[in-house]
C-alpha cells in the first residue's frame, strides 16, 4: 500500500462527505463495481455509481470518517471507517427500513494503477 493510495482514499472521503460526487468518480474504473450499501449487491460503472449516491443522497445525510488503513494479502486496501447516518434534516435516523445504520465497518477497495476497480463493505465484528 503506497502513500499515494492512502491519499487518494482520504480524498475519497472527503469527497464523499462533502457530496462531491465527480471529485471521487474520477479516481473510478470505468467498469468499477461497488457495494450498494442500502441494498446490497453492487452496482457497476462510474455512472451507477453516481446513480446510487443520488438516490441515497435524496433519503438520508451519511457521514464516513477512516481511522485505519491496512494493506490486505491480495493486495487490496481495508480502511476501517465510522459510518454515521442522519437523516434530511441532520437528525439521528429512526426506524429506517434500509441498511444504512451508525456502526464501525471496513472498506474494502481494490486499486490498479491509479484506479478503484472495485469497492466492498464488510461489516466489523
Do not use: C
Request: glycine letters at 8%.
Amino acid at each position: 500500500m503506497s502513500s499515494n493510495d492512502i491519499q487518494m482514499l482520504k480524498r475519497i472521503y472527503r469527497s464523499f462527505n462533502a457530496r462531491d460526487i465527480d471529485g471521487v468518480l474520477v479516481v473510478l474504473s470505468d467498469d468499477v463495481s461497488w457495494a450498494n450499501g442500502m441494498d446490497g449487491g453492487h452496482v457497476h460503472g462510474r455512472e451507477a455509481v453516481r446513480d446510487y449516491w443520488t438516490r441515497q443522497w435524496a433519503v438520508v445525510r451519511p457521514h464516513v470518517e477512516p481511522v485505519a488503513f491496512e494493506k490486505k494479502e491480495d493486495g487490496a486496501v481495508a480502511v476501517e471507517v465510522i459510518q454515521s447516518v442522519f437523516d434530511l434534516d441532520g437528525q439521528p435516523l429512526e426506524g429506517q427500513t434500509h441498511g444504512l445504520k451508525d456502526k464501525t465497518v471496513t472498506h474494502i477497495f481494490h486499486i490498479q494503477g491509479d484506479k478503484i476497480v472495485r469497492f466492498d463493505i464488510k461489516d466489523a465484528l
